[in-house]
């Protein structure tokens, strides 16, 4: 499906798979802070890095850089973008960075696709990562500090409810109080746990329990109004899953991606793009003007183009050059 993103979130993935100025992706070579959310395996990574104005106690250190890395979709790329935008260039210590929340972020973008809510949890998990990297590299001890950890660095142990993307109950319970999750699509969309395989999902111990013990008046007050497979009676049947588009609808949501989100970056820069063949999820492209002989073009049709139609039309769809 096409993703409805406000204008600044399309902006700034634009700005920063065109390498515009004042754009941050990229690795800071022997960066002061490094911090690792999710996997690539799971769709989604970002890998963020600081660089800090060293200071005589630690405490006092600057960050003066940021950079990221991030394997992932249109918003996941604004989200980083947005990221390092609230941090650099701010005179913030690596623990007052702290005080940025994926709220933030989300703010930053002038809002989000409730589905697209884990891009900026991503980011502040990576940005609380980093911190306690720079943390140990410094010989700062965060906790005497007054620091309290809220992601995935606080819990090393505990019960894995999703195995899919290794979410602990203690992550999952801090996560739902934190963000206020109400439903198991909620939990989904923020931490994305329960999004894969979905077994997770109304297992005994799974999401749905954790969020009835939480909130354990929720299926009372819950917006479905007792349509989630949670509130269905014991032995009903489960609802059919949604059918697989056909060829033509494929090829009408891809044509649709590429002439919204592709073409108008591409023609900025003197280039267009043509739409050659489509066999199965392989969709065989052109590049054509400037882009055409541009020593960027493998980098646009992997950063623009497939992860543009990934994110609009399906995961599964390959981008070939002919
Ligand atoms: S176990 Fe949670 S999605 Fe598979």
Known sequence: MAWEYSDKTKQLFMDAVQGKPGTHLGEIENADGVGEHGSIVCGDALKFTFRVRRAENPLDDVITEAKYLTFGCTSAIAA???????IEGKGLTPIQALRIRNQDIVDYLEGLPQQKIHCSVMGAEALEAAV?????????????????LSGEKADE???IVCKCFAITEPYLRRKIRELHLRTVDDVTAA???GGMCGACRYAPGGIQDILNDIWPDACATCPSGGACPASAAPG?????APAEPSPFQIAKKIESALETDVRPALRRDGGDLELVDIKGWKVYVSLK????????ASHTLQLLVERTLKDAVDTRIEVIPV
């Open 191 to 193: 931490l994305k746990a």
């Open 236 to 240: 009903a049947p489960a609802a059919a």
């Open 80 to 86: 980083s973008e947005a990221l390092c935008a609230l």
């Open 289 to 296: 003007g400037h882009c055409a002989t541009c020593p960027g």
């Open 132 to 148: 306690v990297d720079w943390a140990a590299k410094r010989g700062v001890d965060l906790a005497a500090a007054g620091v309290k």
């Open 157 to 159: 142990d505990g019960r």
